[in-house]
């Protein structure tokens, strides 16, 4: 047991060495850029004598490991921000402000989550029912020629960049076909109804991408489950076809698809900016693009740091889950 | 892969089949999978079109850039004139809505875009993922734990979102594609630099390398000559799966209007109002959604390919070729040294297999 106790430690102290890496080489890249940080960092609209100003609240004049650990510092304790006639206080975890809209980037960040968790949550709940039924549907039909179909619309959906299928599918569905109105986002708090309506397509569109590779993955270790001696052992006990694939075999996939669940969160986010922009959902995604084309150089940096933690706290948790479901990974 | 086992008598007639060099072993491997070999056509083909755009439309007689305003009805709001989007003897696939600009001389340019960053940024990825990953497992224990530090940062880093980031901040004036092609490549490099580290520190105990160090050779010279021919496996498998991630995520950053920028024409980018246009001129949507899909799955399909013939064994344990690198499936238990060639570094296959070797 403290071989286990002392795997979680290790990881939960890789985990905040990670995060404090991210936020410097985040913080490094953004803010040492060549080129006028404080013109950046303002807005293309800012007046010379606004741009001071923001220089002065950057403290460019300090070398750069002082503005970062000032940076930490508003993370940790909160910071206070001059606009030129009053001041205003930004509560820890303080993110900084954006120029260019004069809000709090916590502030905005806030405010697109919950769409963006509707929009993840919801469709990672149908990719894993899709993904890992699809896995064990093609095992349980395997050499036959379902399976063999269900392969390649699997590969084919490996294949297909979501925004293609939300592409595809939002044209057919709701400009054809006209089954679903073209999507809106409506809050759950608002219309539960309207919000699972409205939600319907984009989950579809990012399920069913990843779903692909839940179902690959699936019938890989299942596959692989069902060539071990214990599987032997139990089929000459006489135990029956579908409890051996239905309950043993898909044991043997429980940990690797509990890992790629969580490691996945990576590419489901990337996936999600897709989503967002495509069906235009006002998620953290689709603030994101903005921010970028606009330039909003604090937003962008607050963004990517609260995306990589959610990313690396994922990572540390599928980690740890899959040494619980599979204790040889500690004990080797 | 080893060559021993290329050498084995024929029953009856006693003969000694003479060993296969690793190339034509493979070659012969990838032969005999049919979706793999017709995915390999396919790519050929793709390759030769990219290559060949400007001839290609220089025998069409149009080019990518070029705006044609009397083609395009500009009181409907920009919808081509005639019948599908504008097809004729001029333009073979219609043209643009709004700019009239030529269909497929966009698409074929496109295709070079799209390769040419995927390709470029994969060879980046090599490169960068080989020196720290054998670096790693050959230098001292400072050395490892800085680099594989650094290597868990990196793939822990979500590759949208600070591409996505990056390209922000850029200047304008940084021509597009290359920047494309280095973030892409600076970025998702820590897959294959866990490979190889992994990789490498198995040949590490293997006699031919240790014979090597023992000789006195340099660690350069035993890097290059015992260790890369080792690795080629590998790195081949890996990145066969890393061109069309990368040809997607190219997609996907100039779809969002951050990648490639007009005028260069890209797929992704050819998406972007795509829907506005569907009833009026569908092939502007279908043809770059069809060229991404074919591209992306026949590159899919030969990287599948490519490893069952790199790694048989591992191939017919499982049936086919199981999935890719995004799939990342961490091998279980008994296949653990493959999964974590397979998982491509982000399951946690990648990093048990590290325990294992620092234990």
Redesign the interface.
Known sequence: MSGFGGFVLRRAV?TV??LL??SV??YV??YA?P?NVAQ?TCGPRCSPEQVQQVAQQLRLDDPLYVRYGHFLQGLVAGQDYSTGTSVEHCPAPCLGLSYQTGQQVLDIILAKLPVSLSLVLGAMVMWLVLGVGTGVLSVWR?GRISERLL?AVT??G???????IG??L??VVC?ELQLLPFPQYVALTDDPEQWAWNLLLPWLSLALIEAA??A??T???M???L??DHIRTFRAYGVGERSVVGRHALR?AL??VI??NA?NV??A??GA??TE?LFGLPGIGEE??H???V?D?PV??G??LV??FF??IA?AV??VL??VA?R??VL? | MSEASTVSRTAGTDTTVPAVSGARQFWRRLRTQRAALVAAVVVALLVLVALAAPLLTAVEGQDPTTYHPSLVDSARGGVPIGRFGGISGDHWLGVEPQTGRDLFARLVHGARVSLGVALTATLVQILIGVVVGVAAALGNRWVDQLLS?AT??IV???????A??????V?SAFPRPVLVTLVIGLIAWGSIAKIVRAQTLTLKGLDHVAAARLSGWGPWHVARRELLPGLAAPVITYAALLV?MNI?VE??LS????GVKPPTPSW?QM?TS??VW??AAPQY?LLP?GA??VT??AL??LGDGVRTALDPRAAS????G???G???????????SNGARDSGG????G??AQ??DT?
């Open positions: 890789g060495v990670t890496a991210i080489i985040v890249v953004f850029t080129g950046i395997r392969t590969l084919a490996t294949a297909t960049p979501v925004f293609v592409l595809v939002m044209i400009g590779a839940f690959r993955l019938r890989a270790a596959l692989e489950t060539a071990e043997g940990a690797p890992a790629l490691n990576g590419s986010v990337g900016v897709l922009t994101l693009v921010a970028v084309n330039v150089l962008v940096v963004m990517v995306i990589g990313v690396v990572n599928a980690d899959y040494a599979d040889r990974v080797a | 530090r868990d940062i822990a880093m979500p590759l949208m979102i600070m996505l980031a990056l390209l922000a901040i200047p069309p997607s997609a996907a779809f969002l209007g951050v992704g998406l795509a829907d569907y009833q949507l959604a991404l899909f992306v799955l899919t399909v344990r499982l049936g086919v199981t999935g890719r995004r799939a990342g499936g961490p091998g279980r238990g008994t296949g653990r982000r399951g946690p296959a990093g048990a325990k294992e234990a």
